[in-house]
């Protein structure tokens, strides 16, 4: 930029920029593409990820405070993030159970949901399926009025709304607005970024907040009937063309406001506008506003969530659970497809945990339990990935309204895959352990069962943890994969400890396949005195060659529990801290 003659050391996207909002009155924020109207609404709105905020912003005269601002607006994004796998009535069960005052219990919130899903007009379809846009469940209109909704069930005092009649035809516009004007003859106070609305849509707004390409604005007041207000303030402009008669006085406004059209005329639009009177107007009754009312008191909250923290974990856990049971192609599929691969080891390998009187069947029998290591942790690392990254974009906007903490999000996260998982490794292990024939002894098959559910375990934690770390589940997958690759060369059984390069043997301890495959081979195998062909035991060449002791169990079961605990708490760490969502 600075090659093309621009001078500041900072983009400028916003530049002296004032208005009010009031209750009861709809406001629309517009202008071309690019004046900055979705960036002016995420700055009032307090989701700004990035750039330098300069000015004041008060509320009700008293200056904003942004965790504060959260528990009494809401904030419509322009696409409608949304759990897939639950239904309209949930997800406002859900909403109003985190965002509303503990004292209101529960009956109460539920006749609260009722009586918004009446006000938006959802409740025909209140048992429908969110679904994924573009792919099954409600049409993008009814994701609209859904996301008005799940604002609206947290009783918010000012709701933002981004574009909310993008990507609608006219019937389904005028449905969604009828909804936004429902909203505001409740007395809320609504603000609504909009592109070049119909007539019908333009003139149910009472007011207007018109911006420029650079962040300024042409004019800031009421639109009057039939745009009346509006259209004598521009004509009064010299030079500016009259409307023609059934002209929509939106996409008038913004022609004869155009940057050619400056240039052509001559004029600064917004200059002209700082010198009339509506400007002082404005003025005079920001002044107004910015004092704080007689007896007031600015708003505090004694907490920064609605909710305690158990509260949080439990709410959060309920819609997880509810997600997961909903989500056949996830759950479902991969019990089936672990069931079918249980079966199909046991029958490759059938009967070979009974035969070590050999090297050859001892390492066959091996080979099994290396097999069944490795397989199915690679599935349930690239399993775990999409779902997690779909969960994460609607994480980012609960987070940003304030609804819990991140650490809840990820308690319920982390804790709703345990049972999953659990049964997931009932369903492996028994056809498994039987058709390859190991000992049936209860310490050996609990050792069998243990590690092969914490496996499970904390490798579906780490593909959680790579979604977390990483802004998209395709770079996750890339990252999952160098990490897979690695991890089976240095797992201890392709290449046996003793003779890694003492250079990479570091890598071996660190290598949670490795700490695995030791524990399933030394509980199967490490206790047994067996005479080998060159004069050892079984015991003894498991030490000699891969340098595994059976006393050491206990040491591995130990790791496997600090893998589970170090993944989870990474995944938390990561979701809490790291955001890839840019504003």
Not at 12 to 21: A, C, M, N, R, T
Request: with cysteine; proline share 4%.
């Amino acid at each position: 930029m600075k090659e093309q003659g621009v001078s500041d050391d900072r983009l400028v996207l916003l530049k002296d920029l004032s208005g009010s909002f009031r209750p009861g009155v709809l406001t629309a924020l517009m202008g071309v593409s690019g004046a900055g109207k979705t960036t002016l609404m995420d700055v009032l709105a307090g989701r700004k990820t990035g750039g330098i905020i300069d000015g004041d912003i008060r509320i009700s005269g008293y200056p904003k405070k942004q965790k504060t601002f959260a528990r009494i607006s809401g904030y419509c994004e322009q696409n409608d993030i949304h759990s897939p796998h639950v239904t309209i009535y949930e997800s406002l069960v859900y909403s109003a159970w985190l965002r509303l005052p503990t004292d209101v219990d529960e009956n109460t919130r539920k006749m609260f949901v009722n009586e918004v899903m009446e006000l938006v007009e959802l409740n025909p379809i209140r048992n429908a399926l969110v679904g994924l846009p573009g792919v099954n469940g409600l049409s993008t209109e009814q994701r609209k009025r859904l996301t008005i909704a799940v604002e609206l069930v947290a009783n918010p005092s000012i709701i933002f709304m981004d574009e909310p009649t993008s990507g609608l035809d006219a019937r389904a516009a005028a449905i969604v607005m009828r909804t936004v004007r429902n909203t505001v003859d409740t007395g809320r106070t609504v603000v609504c970024t909009i592109h070049q609305p119909n007539i019908d849509i333009f003139e149910a707004f009472d007011e207007l907040f018109l911006m420029k390409r650079g962040g300024r604005e042409i004019y800031v007041g009421p639109i009057g009937p039939q745009s009346s207000e509006l259209i004598k303030y521009f004509e009064d402009i010299e030079g500016v063309s009259k409307i023609t008669n059934g002209y929509n006085p939106s996409t008038w406004m913004l022609e004869v406001t155009t940057s050619s059209q400056e240039v052509a005329m001559g004029v600064d639009f917004t200059e002209i506008f700082k010198t009339s009177e509506l400007y002082a107007r404005n003025k005079a009754l920001i002044a107004e506003l910015c004092q704080p009312r007689p007896g007031s008191s600015d708003l505090h909250f004694p907490t920064q969530y609605s909710r305690s923290f158990f509260t949080q974990c439990q709410a959060c856990l309920w819609k997880q659970r509810i997600s997961y049971w909903r989500n056949t192609p996830y759950t479902a599929v991969r019990l089936t497809f672990t069931t079918f691969i249980g079966l199909f080891f046991g029958s490759v390998f059938w009967d070979l945990g009974k035969k070590r009187n050999s090297l050859q069947d001892l390492s066959n029998s091996m080979g099994a339990l290396y097999a069944s290591v490795i397989f199915l942790r690679v599935l349930n690392v690239s399993v775990v990935q999409p779902v997690v990254d779909i969960e994460r974009t609607v994480f980012y906007r609960e987070r940003d309204a304030g609804m819990y903490h991140e650490l809840s999000y990820a308690f319920a996260q982390v804790l709703v895959e345990i049972p999953y998982i659990f049964i997931q490794t009932i369903a492996y292990a028994l056809p498994m352990y039987s058709m390859i024939g190991f000992d049936w002894t209860v310490e050996k098959f609990f050792w069998f069962l243990f590690f092969m559910f914490t496996c499970l375990l904390f490798m579906t934690f780490f593909g959680m943890m790579t979604v977390a770390i990483t802004p998209n589940a395709d770079t996750a997958t890339i990252i999952a994969a160098a990490f897979n690759g690695l991890w089976n060369l240095f797992s201890g059984y392709v290449i046996p400890r003793p003779k890694i390069p003492i250079w990479w043997r570091w890598y071996y301890w660190g290598n949670p396949v490795a700490w695995t495959l030791y524990g399933v081979i030394v509980s199967q195998f490490g206790d047994y005195d067996d005479l080998l062909p060159n004069g050892e035991t079984v015991k003894e060449y498991l030490h000699r060659h891969y340098g595994y002791k059976h006393d050491f169990i206990g040491v591995v079961a130990g790791v496997h529990v600090g893998l589970v605990v170090i993944f989870a708490t990474t995944f938390a760490y990561c979701i809490k801290n790291f955001n890839f969502q840019k504003r």
